[in-house]
């Protein structure tokens, strides 16, 4: 039997975590509600979608109308996920006007409603939590040995963690007294992959290409990563112990364990070809005139940009033991 009636909103429902999100809730909560700029036909069985452009006023005014009308003012949890991403490396105005700018605009909204009065007080939701998903990437890259916490100094080295930063600042500055759960999620994979790092790495090996034998950073170093199941646990657990949690928290989520470069380079090969794989350091200045070259051959659109010749030495493995996150993780 389903709890009273709680709404759970996700925000960037169309999308692979939005989706896993929504149907992990559906049988939890009474009304679970997903703002995306297209709403899906048919939505996942027992949910409700709201066509919501996060980048206009009228239209997260107009979602959050629909969604008191027809489902409530009681929000169990907000999992705002709508963000935008992009392996280009280089500022955009779209992280701005999606990410950082899209988020101030749904929390005025939670707070204020749809700017009418009632009894003197703007008609604002009653929201338990805020669930605001970033990355750790927001940290400084740290070298293997050295283990990352929530409390390891705040450092971006592109734009798109860049703007994670700004939108955690702007979620301190705008929830009022809406508790937010900040989960900074390490790189998120799945069972058929659907990590563009990794898949392009696989593919590498898989076709034996001469540039899956270089590498420009130190193959002793590595990124955490976490499955996507694990994302949707946290999440839901978030959730389920909201009232355990500081009304201001940021959790670092993913898998204990970090694999190097070298580590998966030999993983990947053993696994496709059950043979042994050497990998080569190639110095960045050549890897990065290397990568300029094949980014402007005429019809190639090479994965490996020149930016990411900069970023091959950056090293993220997670300290997951903070006693406030225990709640969000299973492992």
Sequence with gaps: MKPKKNIVLVTGSNGRIGDAVMQRLTGRFSDVVGFDRKAPAPPPPGCTHIPVDITSDDSVREG?????????????????????????????????????????????????????????????????????????????????????????????????????????????????????????????????????????????????QLAGHLYSGETSHGQAFIHLDDVVDAIERAIEHRAKLPPEAAILIGEPETLSYDELQHTFSRLIRDESWETHNVPGPIAKAGAWVQDHIPGQDPFIKPWMIDRANDHYALDITRRCARPCRRW
């Design 64 to 208: 959050l109308r629909v969604l008191r009308e027809h489902h409530g003012t009681h929000i169990a949890a907000v999992v705002h996920l709508a963000a935008y991403y992009d392996f280009l490396g280089k500022p955009s105005p779209k992280y701005d006007e999606i990410t950082v700018e899209g988020t101030r605009r749904l929390l005025r909204g939670l707070r204020e409603g749809t700017g009418r009065m009632l009894r003197g007080a703007r008609e604002g939701f009653a929201v338990e939590q805020f669930i605001f998903a970033s990355t750790m990437l927001v940290h400084r890259p740290g070298e293997p040995g050295v283990f990352l916490t929530e409390d390891s100094p705040i450092e971006p080295t592109w734009a798109y963690p860049e703007s994670k930063v700004r939108t955690e600042e702007v979620i301190r500055a705008e929830r009022g007294a809406i508790p937010a759960a900040i989960l900074r999620f390490a790189g998120v994979y799945d069972d058929v992959c659907h990590s563009p790092p990794l898949a392009h790495q696989i593919q590498r090996i898989y076709e034996r």
